[in-house]
């Protein structure tokens, strides 16, 4: 079992929560109100604009505000735990919430997935640290571990997944970091320089059900200063902010250099997604009487998604909509692969995906782990219909379901998704 200090861990279903998480948050949103802070926010905020007011329609710009809220925090959250002399786990990348005693700003940006929990541990080159997991009851379905060496978590310099690690009957694992090679360790990465973080990805089909590893982390060799100080955490957090923005708007740019189509599958690597992954894009603009039948196969992938984000590249709100689908949440066509209709109005199909009365949407189909070589490569096509057409074009087999059982399925959402900010 994970060994770590005694009252460490807040709650005995939901790891999150625990004490780093609760302090980090709350350093944080100390220094989201300091003076400094708030000037880089408010510059971010009139940089943000400058690029995107003529760009964006209405719908679009009437969520800046809480679009640069956003960034800012996850800026700033981000800035919060970069000592690596003093390592903690912290979750980032998620929607606000109240819990652990406070109310956190959201920290959506950058395509976040709202079917991970994403985590970060602050990691130097010549550190030495050791990462104690365990797995839970229903585990996530794939869990990465990768070495970046930036704030934006997007440049890659060593990557282990967590299915080529040695984990042992009762769930649980050490992670160890240096600068030491692995020489056959399986549970070994070796620290580049320039490393920042170690970026956690706890992928998961079932929200019902599952939950992400717990973790807890201690640095084995001595530390080489005293902790940073608050002013030092915010010159960070003033740093991100400003200097993010480039990359933000650059992934957000990914989506409009094409026409209104799911792209062609392609590794994610490339513009700092996760290694391991095939993914395909889309960005549409829709009337309220037409809509989008995308259609994908499986590819034997261990994990598969369907997101929508608004124009801000943030994940549309998740809890009370459907606007995302796991492996385990989708129902699958005929012939096995799977159909997706996204659209402002309800079409009454299993598989659709809500605009959230926005008129445009970015859209983003990840495919994980390919454990099956004879599955045949990821493949997905797109078409814009009209509603009153959908009887004709869907292929046979789609599932549809009535008003009680969307009902039933958003209920079934809300009671999963509240599993993820639980202190019990």
Same mark, same amino acid.
């Given at each position: ?30 220094? +989201? ?14 940089? =943000? ?5 003529? *760009?964006?329609?209405? /719908?679009?710009?009437?969520? +800046? ?19 690596? &002399? ?29 079917? &991970? ?27 990465? +571990? ?49 490393? @920042?973080?170690? +970026? ?20 084995? /060799? ?10 030092? *955490? ?7 902010? @400003? ?53 994908? &196969? ?9 997101? @929508?984000?608004?124009? =801000?590249?943030?994940?549309?709100? &998740? ?32 598989? =659709? ?8 949407? @970015? ?8 454990? /099956? ?17 959908? /009887? ?33």
């Amino acid at each position: 079992m994970i060994s770590a200090p005694a009252g460490y861990f807040l709650s005995a279903s939901n790891p999150i929560a625990n004490v780093d998480q609760r302090d980090l948050e709350r350093l944080a949103m100390r220094l +989201f109100d300091r003076a400094d802070v708030r000037a880089a926010r408010d510059k971010a905020a009139i940089m =943000w604009r400058r690029v995107a007011d003529r *760009l964006m329609p209405p /719908d679009q710009m009437a969520l +800046f505000d809480d679009h640069v809220s956003d960034y800012c925090f996850k800026s700033t959250l981000v800035a919060s735990n970069t000592d690596a &002399n003093y390592p903690r786990v912290l979750r980032v990348y998620s929607e606000g919430a109240e819990w652990l005693g406070h109310k956190t700003p959201g920290a959506k940006w950058g395509g976040d997935n709202p079917n &991970n929990a994403y985590r970060i541990v602050p990691i130097a080159a010549g550190g030495r640290y050791e990462v104690a997991g365990q797995r839970q009851a229903a585990p996530s379905t794939y869990v990465t +571990f990768q070495l970046v060496g930036n704030s934006t978590t997007s440049a890659t310099l060593a990557s282990l997944e967590q299915l080529d690690m040695d984990v042992t009957a009762d769930g649980s694992y050490r992670l160890t970091l240096d600068g030491t090679p692995a020489d056959g360790r399986r549970n070994h990465m070796t620290i580049p320089e320039g490393t @920042l973080y170690l +970026f956690i990805r706890d992928s998961m089909t079932d929200w019902e059900n599952q939950s992400p590893d717990a973790l807890h982390v201690r640095r084995l /060799d001595p530390p080489l200063r005293d902790p940073l100080t608050e002013d030092e *955490l915010a010159a960070t957090a003033i740093r991100n902010i @400003l200097s993010d923005i480039f990359y933000a708007y650059y992934a957000q740019r990914l989506f409009f250099n094409g026409p209104q189509m799911m792209t062609p599958p392609e590794g994610a690597g490339s513009v700092g997604g996760l290694v391991t992954q095939q993914g395909s894009l889309g960005h549409f603009t829709l009337k309220e009487d037409e809509a989008v039948v995308i259609t994908a &196969n499986a590819a034997g992938a261990t994990y598969r998604d369907i997101v @929508l984000h608004d124009l =801000w590249l943030r994940s549309l709100p &998740n809890r009370n909509n459907q606007i995302s689908l796991t492996n385990a949440q989708m129902a699958p066509d005929a012939d096995g692969r799977f159909t997706y209709v996204i659209s402002i109005a309800d079409p009454g199909v299993h598989n =659709w995906l809500d605009m959230c009365d926005l008129h445009d949407v @970015l859209v983003l189909h990840r495919w994980q782990g390919f454990p /099956d070589p004879q599955a045949g490569p990821p493949s997905i096509e797109s078409r814009k219909v009209k509603l009153s057409e959908l /009887d004709v074009v869907l292929p046979p087999g789609v599932v549809r379901v009535t008003p009680e059982e969307r009902s039933l399925q958003i209920a079934r959402r809300q009671a999963a998704y509240d599993r993820r900010f639980a202190v019990d």
